[in-house]
């Protein structure tokens, strides 16, 4: 594999960043500096360094984050604006990925882990692993609106955007928490599909993913995963754990 690709395998750091350190020099493939991000290497059998020290096979970690609103799921920023990393600092994590994304406005249940692999099957479309958001919006929805919700839309350019299932939680008189599921997490699915609908998202928290949920972990706080929640994932993505 590539040697960018083998640093994020070792859960050294994403494959971005592992192709920057290599571009700079600051990588050695057997004792000699790589600047080819693409240069093959055999996991497991080259001896790789980063900034001098050497790179064995990193701890997988499996972490859950309660999400801030405000927060970038970004290593870096380019506009300078926080991002979710921010909530490790201080932390002795190796580098971790998120396991798909939830933008800036939105708040909740966001995975990380250096496991690709398990990351990738949860990601894949095929998998179908459930997601659960709270969804407060800006009206009192009528059966007519939660039936227009639970058809879907289809947006100009024939991107079907569809709800696994909705339901309203509680009301008030002016607005109302819907709950939502959805199958796969398309960029900012469900904001362009409320919107579509004429519908004002005043806060949307992911509450659920698969048969992990949320529960009480406070805003901005994270925990490790138990390898019991992460077989469940597994399972749910339709595979084993990876070892």
């Given at each position: 594999?590539?040697?960018?690709?083998?640093?994020?395998?070792?859960?050294?750091?994403?494959?971005?960043?592992?192709?920057?350190?290599?571009?700079?020099?600051?990588?050695?493939?057997?004792?000699?500096?790589?600047?080819?991000?693409?240069?093959?290497?055999?996991?497991?059998?080259?001896?790789?360094?980063?900034?001098?020290?050497?790179?064995g096979a990193c701890e997988r970690v499996y972490v859950l984050?309660?999400?801030?609103?405000?927060?970038?799921?970004?290593?870096?920023?380019?506009?300078?604006?926080?991002?979710?990393?921010?909530?490790?600092?201080?932390?002795?994590?190796?580098?971790?990925?998120?396991?798909?994304?939830?933008?800036?406005?939105?708040?909740?249940?966001?995975?990380?882990?250096?496991?690709?692999?398990?990351?990738?099957?949860?990601?894949?479309?095929?998998?179908?692993?459930?997601?659960?958001?709270?969804?407060?919006?800006?009206?009192?929805?009528?059966?007519?609106?939660?039936?227009?919700?639970?058809?879907?839309?289809?947006?100009?350019?024939?991107?079907?955007?569809?709800?696994?299932?909705?339901?309203?939680?509680?009301?008030?008189?002016?607005?109302?928490?819907?709950?939502?599921?959805?199958?796969?997490?398309?960029?900012?699915?469900?904001?362009?599909?409320?919107?579509?609908?004429?519908?004002?998202?005043?806060?949307?928290?992911?509450?659920a993913f698969g048969p992990l949920a949320l529960g009480t972990?406070?805003?901005?706080?994270?925990?490790?995963?138990?390898?019991?929640?992460?077989?469940?994932?597994?399972?749910?993505?339709?595979?084993?754990?990876?070892?």
């Amino acid at each position: 594999m590539s040697l960018a690709r083998a640093l994020s395998k070792l859960g050294v750091c994403s494959r971005s960043v592992a192709a920057q350190l290599i571009a700079a020099g600051r990588v050695q493939v057997d004792g000699r500096i790589v600047r080819a991000p693409a240069r093959r290497v055999r996991l497991g059998a080259a001896r790789l360094r980063v900034n001098g020290l050497e790179i064995g096979a990193c701890e997988r970690v499996y972490v859950l984050l309660n999400k801030p609103r405000g927060l970038v799921t970004s290593a870096a920023d380019e506009q300078g604006r926080d991002t979710v990393y921010s909530c490790f600092a201080g932390s002795t994590l190796p580098w971790i990925t998120p396991v798909g994304r939830l933008d800036r406005a939105s708040e909740g249940l966001l995975l990380f882990s250096n496991d690709t692999r398990w990351a990738a099957r949860l990601l894949d479309p095929a998998a179908r692993v459930p997601r659960t958001y709270h969804v407060r919006i800006d009206r009192t929805p009528e059966p007519a609106l939660l039936a227009a919700i639970g058809a879907g839309i289809v947006t100009a350019s024939g991107e079907r955007l569809a709800v696994r299932q909705v339901r309203c939680l509680r009301q008030g008189s002016r607005n109302a928490w819907l709950e939502i599921g959805l199958e796969e997490g398309r960029n900012r699915h469900i904001r362009r599909l409320l919107t579509t609908l004429d519908l004002e998202v005043l806060r949307l928290v992911r509450v659920a993913f698969g048969p992990l949920a949320l529960g009480t972990l406070a805003k901005g706080s994270f925990r490790s995963l138990t390898a019991a929640e992460v077989a469940a994932l597994a399972s749910a993505a339709g595979g084993s754990q990876s070892s």
